[in-house]
């Protein structure tokens, strides 16, 4: 039990330390984020005409938060705001139940959770008190007559007269269809005009109207790994985010950045438990650390390292890449005509992130072109892979553990033990490989090897025409 003990207490101050997480660190607040769900509010007078003061901004989350009508208060005494808030706290939670009760200021609410694979809808409508939930098609149809707007239907198809209907897999819509009066008073049979809003608000009709075919974008995806022991039940809410909200890349993303000049970058949270990782607890992280920092230099028992595959964490952490996948596409895929061109994609993936990076392309696979791969001290790496020749360049960068000459066992990456990435070594060529740490690089060590902040090596040391070169 006390070596128990000591063996957590190691991992903890090592690998905290390490990592930074510390509270007195400042971290961005995070930017926009884009999921799989998007959620609609808004009151609805007795007729359904639509209480426009009372129409809330959409967000996203990646679960469906739907209200239990039966189970909850008959009346919502809240602010609109604050029952916005629970559903927004409940599809953020990091607990992974199918059900939550909140009460608050005498108001008890229900929620069921669903967790879901594909993009869709959340529709929140408050009518006489009272709020009810719906699943909902990426499209929304509204009417509007006689200065009252109404919702008609959700469902997956886009269509403005005259034009074809576009089938919508990605990203969410509001078609608004404005009548005039007929000669008895009523709508007319057609809409005198139509518009379309955009998640962001943005109106696109004309855009779909003229088949205004947008230009090709080149992004840049950093895939963060693990967070630290803090964090470690915290696992990816799989979201994207348009900026480094938790300091994880220590400002080497900017260097990437400076040299790769993408349109846009985007950051992914690939941060699991330990237990999906090859040391399957923080004892055995703790149990290797001890066996091999006090380790002679000469001494080169590589065994002491934890090297044993852990297939089942890395597929279930593979299983989550698809999911941002999808979400991703959620992103980039933001006009109806944005299906016409096919973006280009350039990631730059750390330590657990392999396996969530995989997860991600497979979903990407056929959507967009692949560009520039960069793979920083890769978990488990030997265990699964792709045809790295889709690519224009793939380089690992790491410790040289496996290879001639390797460094001693004290100097390795002990956090995750380098192995060459699957397939690499039969698609070897002038833009794909594995670049190890120069000899004389000063930060190796157990922890220290792996972490974001000692990879400066790659812009520092390898220049132009070199194996591993960024550009």
């Avoid at 279930?316 to 596409?329: C, E, H, P, W």
Wanted: net charge positive; aromatic share 14%.
């Amino acid at each position: 039990m006390k070596l128990a003990v000591v063996l957590f207490a190691i991992f903890s101050l090592t690998v905290l330390s390490a990592f930074g997480q510390d509270k007195a660190i400042h971290r961005p607040k995070f930017q926009t984020k884009i999921s799989l769900v998007y959620y609609y509010f808004w009151e609805e007078n007795e007729d359904g005409a639509i209480v426009k003061s009372r129409t809330y901004a959409p967000f996203s989350l990646n679960r469906v938060v739907l209200i239990d009508t039966l189970k909850s208060s008959k009346k919502c005494t809240l602010s609109d705001t604050s029952f916005m808030k629970q559903v927004l706290v409940i599809g953020r939670s990091y607990k992974l139940k199918d059900k939550f009760t909140k009460k608050l200021h005498g108001n008890k609410s229900v929620f069921r959770c669903v967790y879901p694979t594909e993009p869709q809808t959340v529709i929140y409508i408050k009518r006489n008190g009272k709020w009810r939930s719906y699943n909902g098609g990426l499209v929304l149809n509204f009417v509007s007559f006689e200065d009252k707007l109404s919702f008609v239907s959700s469902g997956i198809n886009l269509h403005l007269n005259h034009q074809d209907n576009v089938l919508i897999k990605n990203s969410t819509y509001r078609m608004v269809s404005y009548f005039l009066r007929d000669n008895a008073g009523g709508p007319r049979q057609s809409p005198a005009f139509q518009h379309v809003f955009a998640y962001s608000g943005e109106e696109l009709s004309n855009e779909i109207i003229q088949k205004h075919q947008p230009e090709a974008q080149r992004y840049l995806v950093f895939v963060n790994g693990y967070r630290g022991p803090r964090y470690d039940k915290q696992e990816s809410r799989n979201e994207v985010y348009m900026n480094d909200r938790t300091n994880y890349w220590f400002k080497i993303d900017d260097r990437f950045i400076k040299r790769l000049h993408p349109d846009t970058s985007f950051y992914l949270d690939g941060s699991f438990p330990v237990k999906t990782s090859n040391h399957h607890s923080k004892l055995g992280f703790g149990w290797s650390y001890l066996r091999s920092v006090h380790s002679r230099i000469s001494n080169k028992k590589y065994q002491r390292l934890n090297l044993v595959s852990n297939p089942e964490g890395f597929d279930y952490r593979y299983s989550r890449g698809v999911l941002v996948g999808k979400a991703f596409l959620n992103e980039i895929r933001n006009t109806p005509n944005s299906y016409l061109v096919k973006d280009t994609i350039d990631i730059v993936c750390h330590s657990m992130g392999y396996a969530y990076t995989l997860g991600l392309l497979e979903t990407l696979k056929g959507q967009v072109v692949f560009g520039k791969l960069y793979l920083l001290a890769p978990e488990n790496a030997g265990y699964k892979g792709m045809d790295w020749n889709q690519f224009e360049q793939v380089w690992q960068y790491g410790s040289n553990l496996g290879q001639k000459d390797a460094d001693p066992l004290c100097f390795q990456d002990g956090v995750a033990p380098q192995a060459t990435v699957w397939g690499i070594n039969k698609q070897q060529s002038n833009h794909v490989g594995r670049v190890c740490s120069p000899y004389n690089w000063p930060n190796k060590h157990f922890v220290h090897s792996h972490m974001v902040y000692s990879y400066d090596w790659i812009f520092d040391r390898i220049q132009k025409g070199q194996p591993g070169y960024i550009h």
